[in-house]
């Protein structure tokens, strides 16, 4: 199995524009997770989906963030309008059906907001 | 809400030294996780623990639970380069559908 793929790895833009990140998480689970990290608040859970429908987003930090997850093997996070403020490492990790699974990390997308 | 508190945040170690992490919560955790973030990397899952008092071992990884499920320790016993990271505890609360919550992390340097 290839894992949790994301892209892109790294986003460069400017305050203002659209981002999207992108996830396709290991065939056969149940569980996604967009994780956001920074240097100041860790690694913080926006939101995550069970079989596709989203459960929490509590952790979403404004309405510029929105996710999707149109089918089992791909979620989209966009940030509209991005700031600077939201530069960070971006992970989607995913889990088998139960609650104690473990994650499954992505390699994470390297956002920077100028 | 729950908070999961790691002491210390960073830890500079001489190769062959011991190296210990705690993680404390401020409620009780139905399990803790462990994870390990080389640097530039992602979490990568080493350990689950579930039973009050349980003791687990990776080689020279020892993790602990406590007994009242409240903390847990990572010792790793005669450091060598290959453990530099940044190692992650992980816990969800007992008697909640809430999802993980992750420690603030211990970031290990282990210099040769």
């Known amino acids: 199995d290839a894992g949790v793929i994301q892209s892109p790895r790294h986003e460069v833009t400017e305050m203002g524009q659209e981002v999207t990140l992108r996830c396709k998480p290991i065939s056969g689970h149940d569980y996604l997770f967009w994780y956001r990290q920074t240097m100041m608040r860790g690694l913080e859970l926006l939101i995550y989906?069970?079989?596709?429908?989203?459960?929490?987003d509590s952790g979403m930090p404004e309405d510029r963030f929105s996710a999707k997850m149109p089918n089992a093997s791909f979620s989209t996070l966009k940030i509209q309008p991005s700031e600077p403020r939201d530069s960070a490492v971006y992970f989607c990790?995913?889990?088998?059906?139960?609650?104690?699974?473990?994650?499954?990390f992505g390699n994470g997308t390297r956002l920077t907001v100028t | 809400g729950q908070q999961v508190m790691q002491i210390p945040q960073y830890q500079h170690v001489q190769e062959g030294e011991d190296f210990t992490t705690y993680c404390n919560s401020s409620?009780?955790?139905?399990?803790i996780q462990w994870y390990k973030q080389r640097p530039g990397g992602h979490p990568v899952f080493l350990i689950q623990l579930v039973k009050s008092g349980e003791v687990k071992k990776q080689k020279r990884l020892t993790f602990q639970f406590g007994e009242a499920k409240k903390n847990s320790s990572l010792h790793i016993t005669a450091t060598q380069t290959t453990d530099v990271g940044t190692y992650f505890c992980?816990?969800?609360?007992?008697?909640?559908?809430?999802?993980?919550?992750f420690g603030s992390g211990t970031q290990l340097t282990v210099l040769p």
């Open positions: 990790a995913s889990s088998p059906g139960h609650m104690g699974s473990p994650l499954h």
């Open positions: 992980a816990g969800r609360p007992s008697g909640s559908a809430r999802q993980l919550t």
């Open positions: 409620t009780t955790l139905s399990n």
């Open positions: 989906f069970n079989n596709n429908v989203p459960i929490d």
